[in-house]
């Protein structure tokens, strides 16, 4: 064979194998009518995704050798084949997706385990064994079952059918069985021999009929349906090297010892036509998988997977020979492959001992791909050496099996934290880089599997499932301290100046670098684990598994609690993700609704307790990462990932949040692949994380991209920023005048700010409409837009004081102006609620019920339910207010229905008592309320 490299732009190459002329016709036609430049057997290493996979070694006692393992096809649970003590013992195991054993699955005898099969549709493991044996587990039933064996020799295959109902088995000495399936237990229906004895099967599944296509040792390839049906189909001169039925079931690949492969259609009664025969071009034949509709896939005892169109004659392949970067050598010898549909994942290892995962796309930009671009390679995991085998969930998790261990792979995204300029991005399993913005990168490696990171200024933290690792800038010598090592079992880890702040529990623990405590937070248990932690400036947020969010205030050497909670349980499962802005007003977070990710963006404000939200199905998307700028509280940047089933890029989108408009789109932008992903926002840039290991180890972790509306004002003062900030806002929200009227004040706030208060001493309210918009103060000039039908010019002027935060001139003028109303109106507002109502009972008992109820809301809102319910009363909305209020705890409400004494209260909870059922209760609130017909209608029942 012949080689050409192609070396590309940004350090990349390609390596392509061209097929000499004694290369199968098969290649050479496909190139003709595909008009491709050769075969693309090498494809560049692309390491665009930002996950890898996590390896935690199955719980197994030693000496321990595997023999195989397979994975539920919905369940997350593993089933493990091996020998143990010296292969006298035969075992067979059910793990969980953690590793960990399930101690009833344990299955023991003296001979060896040699395959295993789920039940698609039940929690049921079916094992053959070398004797013949073929024995049931299921969950939950008090032992495993043992099929009577009717024939000698090894259990070759298990195969079962799509509703679960029927096991195909198949032996060494040439017996095929079914066996039918139904309370936990196996039935043999149907029984086949076969003297030259079973090679190898393949399952067809037809709406009519599951057919198996099997193969004997003598060549002959033979079909069975279950019924009395076994008739020859093909026989093979030189032996058969596999029998193979497509992923849509509706071709057969059958491949000689001589490489010839005959590919025939199978109509619905598993008759086979329109042969057609091909020889493959490979040296070494190994494993052939069906994957996807229509390929063929086959190891080659080389660095590659080789594929073959079974409809259209065409291949390609995928090839370790391009590989760039990271751990695996493109020499290594791929050993095993594995296929999963629903995720369309195919997943190899080699015999150095990496797992490599590709995921199939579809489309790109919109355009169908095909052939190895329609594969795209994501970030090899290193295990050890010497794997034999692997297999895929549809989930997304792997079993990589070596020869004397079986490793469950989860994949993580990979770890990245931004903060003060200091980036910090995950490049393996124990080993990260780090780096201040535009200084050169330094690596690190932990003695532990990386979970998550968390940077600021000079401090790195890497949290592991029981460890935090911490490490220091030393600028002077220019390099990356590693400065303690603790044992901390942290589920979130975040760094404020020179502390470490570690979610555990049932707490919050503020420690030292060194990992020694210096606070701890007391969290209350029944709001969940802790799931997000987030610091911006000098405030924290937390996030919990039961939606319930936490403010905590880091200004002080003691953190404290600033008293703001908000339970989101009506919007959302779990808190996934929490971010605060830099003044602790509002908190953003994205949750979970049936453990699926939440497509909304929800914002919570602190101060109003109103809570907003974007919803990002609406674009085709889901929000992934968010963070609020870190000195502008009202701009929030998320980025958002297509879909599931959708290839398309992920998009940055920049928002604005307020009070007075909720959450509203500013730009957005495609994000390339080699754009990397985001890790935070300050004006005017963003910042995103590189995806590529040749970016990182050169020191260019994360890069700054410039905001739309800045681009030329990287370098202007804080003021412009400013300004050019709310002009864009103001644009954004449609008020043209107040956007052109920021652009041309931006270096006379000072001015405008003086101006507007000697307005409230002049009492010109010409002036300061003028000087209100100049200040941008978009809540004070409509609220005094909104005042001119007010005729009492001293409220008027009162209600700019207000805006202008001056309290004291707004109280003396609402006085002075005999507007009462309104005084008591910003005495509330203000949160004086005493001065309030001592108002509405002097001088405004119009309004007296409703200041008693806004005031009954804010005790609701304070959790002060006694003295809510007593204000209720008050403003004489109790009987809904006081029962809505309670509702939820049954005791207290009819507490206070009895105390109440309230006729239509005690008829009402009368009647919920009646509806419960509970008569002997509504009889007595029906007779402290004197109502004898329901009383008389009750005993009439």
Known sequence: SAWLCVVGGRSTASIFQLPASSCSTLCLESQRRAGKKGDLSGRRFNTTTMSLFAETPVEAPTPYKPVVSAWHPVHPLLGVAASENNASTGVVRVHNADGTVLSSSIIKRSALPTAVAWNPTEKVLISGWANGSIITWAEGAEAATEATPTFEGAVRFLLWTTDGHTLISGSEGGRLAFWSYSGGALKLSQEFANRTGLAMASLCRQPAADFVFMGSNDGRVKVADGSQRLDEVFFVNDGLQDVVVSGINDRLAVISKSLMMAVFRIDSNGFLSDKHEARLSIKYPGKFLAVGDHHLASTCNENAIRFWDLDFDDNFSLSLAGLIGGDVDPGEVIVDIAYEPRSRRLAACTAAGSVLV??????????????????????????QAGLKSVALHSQGMLAAQSPSEVFILREQALAKGFGNNTAVAQMTSTRFTAAHFKKPAHDAETNFPIKSVAAQGEIVAIRGDKKVATYEFMREYGVLRATAEFDCECSAVAVHNQTIVCAEKASIEIRTPQGSTKQRLQLNEEEGAVTSLSVNGNFLVVGTSRAVLRVFDLTKIDARSTGICKVVRDSVDSILQARINSTGTRVSFIGSVDSAVDPS???????????????????????????????EPKLLVCQAVASTGSDAPAEIVSLFSTAAVGIVSHDSFPLEAEDGTLVGVQVPHFFLAKRNDADQS??????????????????????????????????????MDEAFKSVRSIQSDTVWEHMAGM?????RLDVAAVCMGKMRNAAGARALRESARIQQTDARVAILASHLGMAADAERLFKESGRHDLLNRFYQDSGRWQDALEVAKENDRVHLRNTYYNYAQHLESLGKIQEAADYYERSETQKVEVARMLFEDPTTLEKYVKKSQNRELLIWWAQYRESCSDFDTAMQFYAAAGDVHSQVRIFCF
Request: with cysteine.
């Open 358 to 383: 590709w995921k199939e796309r579809r489309a790109n930009a919109g355009k169908p791909v095909e052939g190895a671009d329609a594969w795209v390679l994501q970030r090899p995991t290193k295990i």
């Open 601 to 631: 963006l929800w914002v919570w404000d602190t101060e109003t307790d109103a809570l907003s939200t974007f919803n990002f199905s609406l674009r085709g998307r889901v929000p992934s990462e968010h963070f609020w700028d870190s000195v």
């Open 698 to 735: 050169s020191g260019k972790i994360v890069w700054a991209k410039t905001m739309r509306d800045f681009v030329g004002l990287e370098a202007a003062d804080k003021d412009t920023k400013a300004a050019m900030l709310d002009f864009s806002y103001n644009l954004t929200i449609g008020n």
């Open 759 to 763: 307005c409230v001493t002049t009492k």
